[in-house]
């Protein structure tokens, strides 16, 4: 009996311990006290990480790109993402939202009233973002125009629709470090930078776990698209066969060297990258020729 009542205790202790690591973890006030953003270095964040291709309205195009309404569908294995307005309004967007809020969300998965997010919104790449880019960011987002469209709910079956889920998915997930470790060149640190912490390339190129973590060991590999269609490919070096220049191609115009035209999610990736100086597409292709090839 005795020793039943002690299994008792441990596992109540046990799952108390579980629920405390899952808690939600914001950020320290601290930690971004005394940044100021730079709303035009914002800009090129906003591009470089894809917050328009997410989070404006289905099919605008143009400068109706800038207004973050919300409203496209996003299909998974746990249920359809509706993305959020994440516009200027203050009732149904995130207008009035301080740095701290905006750094929780993209660093952290966590909202202002300390729930977690989903990691449809790629915070397991937005963690590494710097917080003086969240900060520019959080600048730029500022000149965006206001929208009152209200967000629509997710459509997520339990469990998945409880968000306390999510806390023991970060506890597996949510990692610091780079995927393509160690010491790497400046320009392939720059490219490292803008693929894996902004543009969220492993995202849709990286396969996952049965868990939906990325699995980092075939990082890059290839993947089935999330929405059913085909597959998402292997761009790492061998299996892609590029050159630096050829990568460098397809970032800026959408053409391959076999002159086809990019589809799908990635054409949305390629009008982004094109936006940013020829430098950054350049440090990608070095970036994407230094990543190992999967066993
Ligand atoms: C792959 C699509 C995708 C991308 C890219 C994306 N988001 Fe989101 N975002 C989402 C989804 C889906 C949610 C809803 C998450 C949830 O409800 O837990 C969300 C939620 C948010 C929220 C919380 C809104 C609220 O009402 O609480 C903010 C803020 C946000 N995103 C900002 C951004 C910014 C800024 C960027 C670019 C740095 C960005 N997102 C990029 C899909 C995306
Ligand atoms: C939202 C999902 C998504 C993201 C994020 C994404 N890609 Fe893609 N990528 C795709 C899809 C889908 C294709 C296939 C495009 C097609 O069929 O035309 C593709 C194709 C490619 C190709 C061409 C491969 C081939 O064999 O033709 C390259 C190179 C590539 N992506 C690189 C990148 C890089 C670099 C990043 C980050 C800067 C990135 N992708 C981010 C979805 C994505």
């Known amino acids: 009996m005795r020793v039943l009542r002690w299994l ?22 601290a930690e971004v006290a005394g940044l100021t953003g730079d709303a035009a270095r914002g800009e090129t964040v906003f591009w470089a990480a894809g917050c328009a291709s997410c989070h404006m309205a289905p099919g605008a195009r143009g400068e109706a790109q800038l207004v973050l309404a919300g409203g496209q569908r996003f299909a998974s294995d746990f249920g359809t993402f509706v993305a959020p307005n994440i516009s200027q309004d203050p009732t149904h967007g ?31 790449s937005y963690a590494k973002m710097r917080l003086q880019d969240v900060t520019d960011l959080h600048a730029f987002l500022q000149t965006l125009p206001a929208d009152a469209t209200p967000s629509a709910p997710h459509e997520l079956a339990f469990p ?22 160690g010491n790497v060149t400046p320009t392939v640190d720059r490219g490292r930078y803008i693929a894996e912490a902004l543009a969220h390339c492993g995202e849709c190129h990286t396969p996952r776990t049965a868990l939906g973590g990325m699995d980092t060991g075939r990082w890059l590999a290839g993947a089935p698209d999330p929405a059913g269609q085909g597959r998402i490919p292997n761009i790492t070096p061998a299996a892609l066969g590029w050159t630096a220049g050829d990568i460098v191609q397809y970032l800026t115009t959408g053409f391959t060297p076999e002159y086809d035209s990019v589809g799908g999610h990635m054409a949305h990736v390629v009008a982004n990258m094109a936006r940013l100086p020829e430098s950054d597409r350049q440090a990608v292709a070095e970036y994407l020729l230094a990543v190992p090839n999967p066993d």
Not at 99 to 109: I, T
């Open 160 to 181: 998945f629709s409880r968000r306390e889920a999510v806390g023991l998915w970060k506890i597996l997930y949510l990692r610091g470090g780079w995927a393509l470790a």
């Open 94 to 124: 995130i207008g009035g939202w301080s740095l701290l809020d905006l750094a929780n969300a993209l660093k952290r998965g966590v909202s202002p009233e300390g729930q977690h997010y989903y990691p449809s919104l790629p915070y397991a």
């Open 8 to 29: 008792v205790l441990l596992a109540v202790i046990g799952a108390a311990g579980l629920w405390w690591m899952a808690r939600p973890k914001p950020l320290a006030a």
